[in-house]
């Protein structure tokens, strides 16, 4: 897995593309690895195309003799009966090859399609295998550049490059042979001519690969800015930053047309460069043949054919270099796409048993200590809270005290450096994910929504929930008026989630968890962006959903944890404070400073 980057301030930085080793060799094993069960499918393909090149190579033979036939009737008569015998053996020898090479085509395309459906299939779901810290350090627009461009890439690669590869090595060794078996001499003019052409297409080869893989990597940055810009419009316009982000864009922009047009300028080289060798080729193979001729070695046929034999020697070394071009990118983009597929995933969990089937909902922190991969600083140092049945915890505290991650350790989002995490009695580490995750409901301070009904995105991953529950924690949250003035009321479909205010998106994630109805609760500054009168209306709801349960609430305003029964204060990681409000404010401390901070009226 990629090591996270910190930046000179200590937070993660994306880890910059060209950082890891390139190798064309391994990067293709690899996809050969993983198109071994098509494998048969494949041989098949290039069968065909090896017997419909061999087909097409048997022509000029036939031709050759058609032409001495016709020129030994120019003196006399021609013996058409013979010449229309070798034309119809002509026909169907190419339509022999034209049915071969239809059904290698059709093969790979139906492989190809199908390696990249199950590499899209194997990227959705180790996207849900990574750790959120992969997410830390990796932009979306990346990890979906790879979804799409690489393995459409890849795609198209296996399609036209490998069967390219079998016909154009077939068409070279099988023409050559037929040429050494016919005329020595005219073979040795065309080889000499060709080896030049060929030699280059090596040399230009070496020098491409390293631009086709800064193009992928360029390609993956651009698409993680555009993703980041088209995300953030409303930031970019309010800041008057279209500028910066066009600069932003355009520098992205330039190094993409730059390493492209390497790529392209140095590929672009091969096609001229050939079709140069193969007119050369045709000069040798003209001027040799026309002495030989000249000296009753070999017949006018002897040359019609060897001219169609130059050009399947010469036109593969073209098709050549176009498949290995194809090759390069597939190359590039294979490692991207492998090198996502073989990131470390979260740890396997199969041989967890631990469960609590009749939770209760006590929490105990034991010495955690944990700091994000990479880095020096540690975010919590020795955090230790004991959280009874029921009780309603806040955690408070400044920016960066280590507040989210709290909750995100108690969720396992990521794991312990040190100290225990204990539910019921039960160490956290010891339960699956999965069971970890039914024990809570969270409501965080960013919301999410999906293209989808109002009424999915409420019950969304909870099963058997009648309508009249979820009508109740709309009104609960003061919700149910709107979606019922919407065009088809609970069953609307949110196309444009953004089109909703972001008041309403957060009461929507809020009677989302109260319909998941978990035994315990996580509320990360839930009502953070709605107005006083909705905040009080959920306060309420909230209040009552709470009761019974053990809830967690990360607040910065700390007129809304009044009520708690606990008040963790968190800086740099540690505990620093604990009780109700009542007796933090009578200590004085920093709870007290951080309370009366909120009223003291702006210098």
Known sequence: MEKQAYNRGGGPRRAMAGERSRDFKGAWAKLLRYCRRYWGAMILALA???????????????????????????????????????????IGLYAASLLLSTAQGWIMATVTQRVARSLRSDISRKINRLPMAYYNR????????????????????INQSIGTLVTSITQLVGSLGIMLWTNAAMTGAAVLASLLGFALMMAIMGRSQKYFTRQQQRLGEINGCIEEIYSGQTVVKAYNGEEKTRRAFNELSQKLREEGFRAMAMSSLMQPLMAFIGNFGYVAVCVTGAALALNGNISFGVIVAFMMYVRYFTQPLSQLAQAAQSMQSAAAAGERVF????????????????????????VAFEHVRFSYEGSDHPVIR??????????????????????????????????????????DGVPADEMRREDVHDLFCMVLQDTWLFEGTVRENLIYCTPGV??????????????????R?????????????????QGQRQQ???????????????????????????????????????????????????????????????????????????QLLAKGGFYADLYNSQFEPAA
Not at 59 to 88: K, N
Not at 341 to 356: F, H, V
Not at 486 to 492: A, E, R
């Open 48 to 90: 065909f195309a090896a017997l419909g090149t061999a087909a097409m190579l048997a022509g000029p033979g036939r031709l050759s003799e058609m032409t001495d036939l016709i020129a030994a009737g120019l003196a006399g008569s021609v013996d058409m009966a013979a010449v229309a015998r070798i034309g119809a053996f002509l």
């Open 138 to 157: 990796t932009s979306t627009g990346d990890v979906l550049s790879r979804v799409t461009n690489d393995v459409d890439t890849i795609g198209q690669s």
């Open 485 to 501: 003035t919407l065009p088809k009321g609970y069953d609307t479909v949110l196309s444009d989630a953004d089109s909703l205010s």
């Open 466 to 483: 009648s309508d009249e529950k979820m009508r109740a924690a709309c009104r609960a949250v003061g919700l149910d008026h709107f979606i």
């Open 339 to 362: 090198g996502f597929l073989a990131a470390q995933e979260m740890s396997d969990e199969r041989g967890k048993t631990a469960k609590i089937d009749r939770p209760r909902g006590a």
């Open 508 to 582: 929507l994630t809020i009677a989302r968890a109260m319909i998941a109805d978990k035994p315990m609760l996580i509320l990360d500054e839930a009502t953070s962006s709605v107005d006083t009168r909705t905040e009080l209306q959920i306060q309420r709801a909230m209040d009552e959903l709470m009761r019974g349960r053990t809830s967690f609430v990360i607040a910065h305003r700390l007129s809304t944890i009044k009520n708690a029964d606990l008040i963790l204060v968190l800086k740099d990681g540690d505990v620093i404070e604990s009780g109700t409000h009542e």
């Open 382 to 423: 020795d955090f230790s809270a004991q959280a009874q049945p029921g009780q309603k915890i806040a955690i408070v505290g400044p920016t960066g005290a280590g507040k989210t991650t709290l909750v995100n350790l108690l969720m396992r989002f990521y794991e312990l450096d040190g100290g225990k995490i204990r539910i």
